[in-house]
């Protein structure tokens, strides 16, 4: 079962003085590029959630937030009272003012406020934790649903080419007796005795170098091996991307021997349906 690398996941908890948000959002990278944002106070934990989150993900363009706000009256910044009072007398020695104006001069001033450094509350942190594991299950289902919409799509295209791989084997040997009948009228053309013996030899050479047998079973074995990767129980798309580069050199070969313009037209549209893939499989887990 293949996953997506795009997703999103959210959750969010009430504690008695704040509200957490925790966030993720990801989408398609060779490695996995985690960026992290948080308050500082919970900074001290972030590499064990990297390690967290890139064993749980494994690769993409990660974004991580946790949002806090405040919904009680609770702050770490407290107002220096003596200090802003002290600040607001050396104004009024200046400038004659309102008291308010004043004060709102004065709390712009260094140490106006005193910021106390917050310590975590592990069993707040257990809490927040917890609400990080169900973002992470959140996004895991968004991967998984986006994956199965892709599956879908590689299965359609797959069969088109095979379908069109149909076609071409239907038609190979028209194009061969299509050959043979052009190398054939050439030499008549010469209006010079020929030795048949010699021209069956040269003729079956020339129909050696236009034979694509290999690549036609080459290019049904690495389709049938796209849909048993597509049925594993790992996301890997890389493998597929490899397995999708094989079947892009089996397809080129046959492009440039069919010397058939019919087949050729064929060989147009599974390249049409491999780019497709391989502009998808960019996505895959």
């Known amino acids: ?29 060779k490695n996995l590029d985690l960026n992290a944002r948080m308050p500082s106070i919970y900074r001290e934990k972030e590499l064990p959630l990297r390690k967290l989150i890139a064993r749980e993900l494994d690769r993409g363009k990660v974004d991580f937030s946790i949002y806090v706000e405040t919904t009680a009256e609770d702050t770490s910044a407290k107002i220096n009272t003596p200090v802003v009072k002290q600040y607001i007398e050396q104004l009024k020695a200046v400038v004659d003012g309102d008291e308010v104006e004043l004060l709102k001069m004065a709390v712009r001033f260094p140490d106006a406020l005193n910021t106390e450094r917050e310590e975590i509350d592990e069993t707040e942190w257990k809490t927040i934790e917890a609400e990080i594991k169900k973002a992470i299950e959140s996004i895991k289902t968004y991967r998984l649903d986006e994956g199965k919409v892709l599956e879908a799509d590689f299965r359609n295209r797959v069969a088109s080419i095979a379908s069109v791989l149909e076609e071409i084997i239907a038609m190979d040997p028209e194009r061969i007796e299509g050959v043979r009948e052009r190398l054939k009228k050439g030499v008549e053309e010469l209006k010079e005795k020929y030795d048949e013996n010699r021209f069956e030899q040269e003729l079956v050479y020339y129909i050696e170098k236009f034979d694509i047998t290999e690549e036609k079973v080459r290019l049904k074995n690495h389709l049938d091996y796209f849909l048993e990767a597509l049925d594993s129980e790992d996301s890997n798309g890389k493998k597929l991307g490899f397995i999708s580069q094989e079947m892009g050199r089996e397809i080129n070969t046959i492009g440039s021997k069919s010397n058939f313009a019919p087949m050729q037209q064929l060989v147009v549209k599974m390249k049409d349906e491999l780019e497709k893939i391989k502009e998808q499989l960019l996505n895959v887990l």
């Not at 999103?8 to 957490?20: D, F, N, R, W």
């Open 1 to 29: 079962m293949i996953h997506s690398m795009t997703g999103y996941g959210k959750s969010v908890v009430q504690l008695p003085t704040k509200k957490i948000s925790i966030e993720l959002k990801s989408l398609n990278s």
